[in-house]
């Protein structure tokens, strides 16, 4: 049955949701062996997926493990989702924002497994800060100051969970149809009744071309539709790191800056332009107009307040947030103008650093990390410094032609 399942996939048959239903969920019994799913999700990866194909698989999905009830809030709840980018602080930016204009943000986040931590790592580098919240606390905060984020408490769709831990490790991480599964998968069993997605495209993200992203636009808002819960999308560059600071304690302080209006540039674009979208599906209102409220929030310091009661709501001590760490520069060895900045490259240094996790139970050194000092089409001058690493291991080691384009 098992066999047969994947060589009609692999003959390019539309599979029924009770096939889809066999495999899967006997994998997740362990029924359904690695090399089995490993031979089927290539299948998927080769031959791609219908649209029923693939609301049956993200049913699956959700129906593995638990649904959030967060129908103890009546607003209507608006999530944010990042396909995952080097230097992406914009949750701890557009969390604040969008909870200052009285829209509650309710988020379950993840801890990072690759290159750079996730937001609940970058959380956790705040002294004190306390990510693991019982479903009463999360309640409470929620209807105190409209802002939670928190590791995940439930079991949301532990079979999307298995099933990315083998893609990751049979070059199937790449499939359209899997990855608008198994993110749409997460967010609705998350609670949320509208979503708003930041699909990364470029050398530093899983999306590598435009036209993959636009596919993954389209299924998203497509599976979105099928689930009544409105979705929309931006695409956005991960070519280059987003911002100047990528490591856990670094991105707080750099999301703390924007916060505070001292950060101009594609990371506050990038930020408002989410942050919008979430407002203008919270209160029913034009882009255009959640962008002014948004936008007016950031001035006026409200954005910034929130961000300080949410911290403090959370034990987070943001007055002690220094760096404890040994210094590194990074200077030019020649004249010329910065063409580029690499964000693979910068990843795999900052996760030699020590700012990232190659396997769940490696420990995250929270003061790790890199803060680039130039900027793309910026005057460089020989012995220029083009980038301050943060470490506590000794001599870290770096290929400059590798990371930075000067010419
Ligand atoms: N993010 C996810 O949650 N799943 C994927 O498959 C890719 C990115």
Not at 185 to 204: F, L, T
């Amino acid at each position: 049955m098992i066999l047969d399942i994947i060589s009609k996939k692999a003959n390019k048959y539309e599979l029924t949701k009770e096939e889809l239903e066999t495999i899967f969920l006997g994998y997740l019994k362990d029924e359904v062996k690695d090399y089995q799913m490993s031979a089927f999700l290539m299948a998927i990866c080769i031959n791609d997926m219908s649209d029923s194909e693939i609301f049956a698989l993200t049913d699956i999905f959700i129906k593995s493990g638990d649904i959030l009830d967060l129908s103890f809030i009546d607003d209507i709840k608006v999530d944010k989702h990042s396909t995952g980018g080097v230097g992406d602080k914009t949750t701890l930016i557009v969390a604040p924002l969008v909870a200052s204009c009285n829209i509650p943000v309710i988020k379950m986040s993840g801890r990072g497994l690759g290159y750079t931590g996730g937001t609940i790592d970058k959380l956790e580098s705040i002294p004190g800060f306390v990510v693991d919240l019982s479903e009463e606390k999360i309640k409470k905060q929620a209807k105190d100051i409209a802002i939670v984020v928190t590791s995940q408490t439930k079991d949301l769709a532990p079979l999307d969970k298995k099933v990315y831990a083998l893609r990751d490790v049979t070059a199937t991480t790449n499939s359209i149809p899997l990855i608008a599964s198994s993110i749409m998968s997460k967010k609705i069993a998350g609670g949320a009744d509208k979503i708003v997605i930041d699909i990364k495209v470029g050398n530093g993200a899983l999306i590598k071309t435009k036209e993959a992203a636009e596919r993954l636009s389209s299924l998203l808002i497509k599976i979105g539709t099928y689930y009544q819960k409105e979705v929309r999308t931006v695409i956005s560059n991960m070519d280059r790191p987003l911002g100047h600071n990528i490591g856990n304690k670094l991105e707080v302080m750099e999301a703390l800056d924007v916060l505070k209006g001292n950060v101009k540039g594609e990371l506050l674009d990038l930020s408002l332009e989410l942050a919008s979208k979430m407002v203008s599906l919270g209160k029913g209102i034009s882009e255009k107009e959640a962008r002014k409220e948004v936008t007016e929030n950031l001035e006026n310091g409200k954005a910034l307040n929130k961000f300080l009661e949410f911290v403090k709501y959370q034990h987070g001590d943001i007055d002690n947030l220094n760096i404890e760490a040994k210094i590194y520069n990074i200077k030019s060895n020649k004249n010329g103008v910065l063409k580029d900045i690499n964000a693979l490259a910068i990843a795999k240094l900052s996760e030699s650093l020590g700012a990232g996790r190659k396997s769940k139970d490696d420990k995250i050194d929270y003061n790790a990390g890199i803060v680039i000092k130039k900027d793309i089409g910026e005057e460089i001058k020989e012995g220029d410094i083009l980038a301050t690493l943060y470490t506590n291991i000794d001599d870290p080691k770096f290929n400059l032609e590798k990371i930075f384009e000067i010419s």
